[in-house]
């Protein structure tokens, strides 16, 4: 089955660390770009950061620039986001999604379940 | 950065109606909209990519339009699985910036 599964979200302290995992099967995540976009509770969806295949281009939304890091394992099958300095407001669901582009489009076609990351 | 700016924020309507939501870019973005549609406690998922093109499995009453900045969602016969949440995405340059969603409900 084609599917993106997350892990790593939890509880933590302000000014906190935590790093989320993605793990990719039914697919070859070299051959895709992949993105990480979260949800606060309640609220709607705010895309955080790209990384291309190879991860030679990334790039981050002002609200994490300096704070996350995004990463690949293509051996592994693996995304990561690496969260520093977490803030409150970071409280969300975050969720990997897989990067689809042509010519003329370019989507987020295929989306993890989430995991919840709560910063209190 | 692009700032994409969608309406209604909430909008009600009865089984088998035609509704439209739009979403209105501040500044050109060629064709590169997305539409997604997200049910309560579920990951949202692509509806349409490239203004108008329909993802794999979606069925046909959904369609996509353009007028210069201002994109259209319309879903043509509303059956009961279509009450969700939408969002526009832009992904004209690297930062992917999502509408603030309407919320179909029903009648």
């Known amino acids: 089955e084609v599917q993106l599964v997350e892990s790593g979200g939890g509880l933590v302290q302000p000014g906190g660390s935590l790093r989320l995992s993605c793990a990719a099967s039914g697919f070859t995540l070299s051959h895709f770009e992949m993105n990480w976009v979260r949800q606060a509770p309640g609220k709607g969806l705010e895309w955080l950061s790209y990384?291309?295949?190879?991860?030679?281009?990334?790039y981050y939304a002002d609200s994490v620039r300096g704070r996350f890091t995004i990463s690949r394992d293509d051996a592994k099958n693996s995304l990561y986001l690496q969260m520093d300095s977490l803030r409150v407001e970071d409280t969300a669901v975050y969720y990997c999604?897989?990067?689809?582009?042509?010519?003329?489009?370019?989507?987020?076609?295929?989306w993890g379940q989430g995991t919840m990351v709560t910063v209190s | 950065d692009i700032q994409m700016t969608q309406s209604p924020s909430s909008l009600s309507a009865s089984v088998g109606d035609r509704v439209s939501i739009t979403c209105r870019a501040s500044q050109n973005i060629n064709f590169f909209l997305n539409w997604y549609q997200q049910k309560p406690g579920k990951a949202p998922h692509l509806l349409i990519y490239g203004t108008s093109s329909l993802h794999s499995g979606v069925p046909s009453r959904f369609s996509g339009s353009r007028s210069g900045t201002d994109f259209t969602l319309t879903i043509s016969g509303l059956q009961r699985e279509d009450f969700a949440t939408y969002y526009c995405q832009q992904s004209y340059n690297n930062t992917y910036s999502f509408g603030q969603g309407t919320k179909l409900e029903i009648k």
């Open positions: 999604t897989r990067g689809a582009r042509t010519m003329t489009s370019n989507a987020f076609n295929l």
């Open positions: 990384i291309s295949t190879r991860g030679t281009t990334i």
